[in-house]
């Protein structure tokens, strides 16, 4: 004789699971919107405009940051152009570490900060290499804040302008995140 409270508990599960699968095949699901966004970031080691010094290296704070081991802090205007009087968008914040042998790749971690915009009071946490050699080089977008929470993506950076004597740098980034 069969088991009334199986058959029930067989009904049950049966409905249970045509139910769940019928949610989880209907329901729109959510998807990341994209952003792509083009923006320089003009790096001076050197004048009274500076934005970067090193901090630590093989000669102590006096080290060059094309030496390998060596740390800079960086506090960069972003701008929406090419040149240092273009629209200020934001500020660069964070550290580059010199951490190939020959000295011509830097480890970089830092936070673009957006001051105005359309992003205003939103960041970008980047992380990656920079072989400043290369015409080209690729980095992660690994987090963000404010309009760009729980993103990722990844970004482009050209060199627009470079002055090794000076110590430099306009810096041409293309980023690609995607972010709900």
């Known amino acids: 004789m069969a088991n009334p409270l199986n058959l029930t508990?067989?009904?049950?599960?049966?409905?249970?699971?045509?139910?769940?699968?019928y949610v989880a095949y209907t329901f729109p699901r959510l998807q990341p919107n994209q952003t792509n966004l083009v923006f320089y970031v003009h790096d001076h080691f050197t004048g009274e405009d500076s934005t970067a010094a090193t901090v630590a290296g093989k000669t102590g704070p006096t080290s060059s940051i094309l030496r390998f081991g060596t740390v800079?802090?960086?506090?960069?205007?972003?701008?929406e152009g090419?040149?240092?009087?273009?629209?200020?968008?934001?500020?660069?914040?964070?550290?580059?570490?010199n951490s190939q042998l020959d000295g011509k790749a830097?480890?970089?971690?830092?936070?673009?900060?957006?001051?105005?915009?359309?992003?205003?009071?939103?960041?970008?946490?980047?992380?990656g290499s920079d072989i400043f050699g290369l015409k080209e080089r690729e980095f992660g977008i690994v987090s963000g804040t404010g309009y760009f929470r729980f993103v990722k993506g990844y970004?482009?950076?050209e060199t627009e302008f470079?002055?090794?004597v000076n110590l430099r740098a306009t810096l041409k980034l293309n980023v690609t995140v995607k972010h709900y």
């Open 9 to 21: 508990s067989n009904s049950f599960f049966f409905i249970f699971t045509l139910t769940i699968l």
């Open 72 to 79: 800079a802090i960086v506090d960069d205007p972003v701008t």
């Open 82 to 97: 090419p040149t240092t009087d273009s629209t200020l968008i934001g500020r660069a914040q964070g550290v580059y570490i």
């Open 106 to 127: 830097l480890y970089m971690v830092f936070s673009v900060i957006f001051t105005a915009g359309e992003f205003r009071g939103s960041s970008l946490e980047i992380q």
């Open 155 to 157: 970004g482009i950076m």
């Open 162 to 164: 470079m002055d090794l």
